[in-house]
C-alpha cells in the first residue's frame, strides 16, 4: 500500500491548495510510515517468537521501512511523473518508522 501510494504520479494526487493543514503531506508521510511499521510488527509480534529475536525482528522493520522511505523518494525523482525529491519527505518517513518502531516495542512486547 505505501509503494502505490508514493508511487501515484503527481496528476494524480488532489491539489494541496484544498487543504488548510500546512505540511500536511508530511503528517501522511509519518502515518503511512508509522502503520508501516506498526503493522508489520503487530503481525511479528503474533508469531512465536522470543522477545530477543522479536526486538531483533522489530528493528529490522523499522530499518526497512527507512530504506523504503529513502528509495521511494528516489523513485519519484527519477521514475514518476510530476513528482520531487524532498528529504523533508524523507525525514517524516523515518520519524514514522521510529514512532511505530517505539509503539510496537512498548505495547506489543508487554504481552510476550
Known amino acids: 500500500m505505501v509503494i502505490l501510494l508514493l508511487s501515484l504520479p503527481g496528476s494524480m494526487l488532489p491539489n494541496e491548495s484544498h487543504f488548510s493543514i500546512p505540511q500536511f503531506d508530511k503528517f501522511v508521510h509519518i502515518t503511512l510510515f508509522g502503520g508501516f511499521v506498526?503493522?508489520?510488527?503487530?503481525?511479528l509480534s503474533t508469531r512465536p517468537l522470543s522477545t530477543k529475536k522479536l526486538l531483533?525482528?522489530?528493528?529490522?522493520?523499522?530499518m526497512v521501512?527507512?530504506?523504503?522511505?529513502?528509495?521511494?523518494?528516489?523513485v519519484q525523482k527519477y521514475?514518476?511523473?510530476?513528482?520531487?525529491?524532498?528529504?523533508?519527505?524523507?525525514?517524516?518517513?523515518?520519524?514514522?518508522?521510529?514512532?511505530?518502531?517505539g509503539v510496537s516495542t512498548i505495547f506489543f512486547l508487554r504481552s510476550v
Open 56 to 62: 531483533r525482528w522489530f528493528f529490522f522493520i523499522f
Open 65 to 74: 521501512g527507512n530504506a523504503l522511505g529513502i528509495g521511494m523518494e528516489f
Open 38 to 43: 506498526l503493522l508489520w510488527n503487530f503481525y
Open 79 to 101: 521514475w514518476i511523473p510530476f513528482r520531487d525529491f524532498d528529504t523533508v519527505d524523507i525525514i517524516a518517513d523515518m520519524i514514522g518508522a521510529g514512532v511505530g518502531y
